[in-house]
Structure formats: structure tokens, C-alpha cells
Nanobody, 126 residues
Framework: QVQLVESGGGLVQAGGSLRLSCAGS????????MGWFRQAPGKEREFVAA????????DYADSVKGRFTISRDNAKNTVYLQMDSLKPEDTAVYYCAADFPGLLRSRLAPHEVDYWGQGTQVTVSS
């Protein structure tokens, strides 16, 4: 069982930056692929980024590639999403996700996620 708690969301102007954090419970945190998804009003939940158990592999949606960076600190049971050059279309609720096992072999899909966080709101004003 893994519990995930996101933090770091908020309101920012276009072009600004935010850093999301996701703290996981349990001693098996390092066994999971960790990812971020987002969901805007009226839209389906979509993949943003993912990272393998040891940080050796990462994957990004085309819409955020070059602007967002995912990282993890297994000693702190925490995964981060650094978001730079934010755009109004990045506005959404961002969810942390955990998938076992921790090998990032393909694009992480919502139905593959074993555990979800409660979400944190990110709003980018124009």
C-alpha cells in the first residue's frame, strides 16, 4: 500500500514556474514508476511525465517536453515536477501516480496506475 500526497500547486502568471512535490508513504516507494497526470475541466486525465524507479529513465508528453522536469529522491520518498515557462493551457489538477513495478518500458497509461494522489490545482493566468 502506497499513499501519495501532492503539494506545491497554486496560481502563477504565464511564463512563471512552479514545483510540485509528491510524498509517498511506505518502504517500497523506490519499487514504483512514479508519474504525473493532469486533468482540466471537461477533459480526460492525461499523461504529463514519468520516471523509473532509479531515475534512469524519464518520459514526457510532447506538450511539456523541454519545459517540465520530473525527478525523484528515493531517500525522501518524494517525486518532483519542476514546471517552467508555464502556459494557460497547463491549468489543471495535477495528480501524482505510482505504478508497480518500477521499470518504465512504455508510456504510462491511467489504467496501469496502482495508486493516485488526491491532486493539486495549478492555475496559470494569461
Amino acid at each position: 500500500q502506497v499513499q501519495l500526497v501532492e503539494s506545491g500547486g497554486g496560481l502563477v502568471q504565464a511564463g512563471g514556474s512552479l514545483r510540485l512535490s509528491c510524498a509517498g508513504s511506505g518502504r517500497t516507494f523506490s519499487s514504483y514508476v512514479m508519474g504525473w497526470f493532469r486533468q482540466a475541466p471537461g477533459k480526460e486525465r492525461e499523461f504529463v511525465a514519468a520516471i523509473s524507479w532509479n531515475g534512469g529513465s524519464t518520459d514526457y508528453a510532447d506538450s511539456v517536453k523541454g519545459r517540465f522536469t520530473i525527478s525523484r529522491d528515493n531517500a525522501k520518498n518524494t517525486v518532483y515536477l519542476q514546471m517552467d515557462s508555464l502556459k494557460p493551457e497547463d491549468t489543471a489538477v495535477y495528480y501524482c501516480a505510482a505504478d508497480f513495478p518500477g521499470l518504465l518500458r512504455s508510456r504510462l497509461a491511467p489504467h496501469e496506475v496502482d495508486y493516485w494522489g488526491q491532486g493539486t490545482q495549478v492555475t496559470v493566468s494569461s
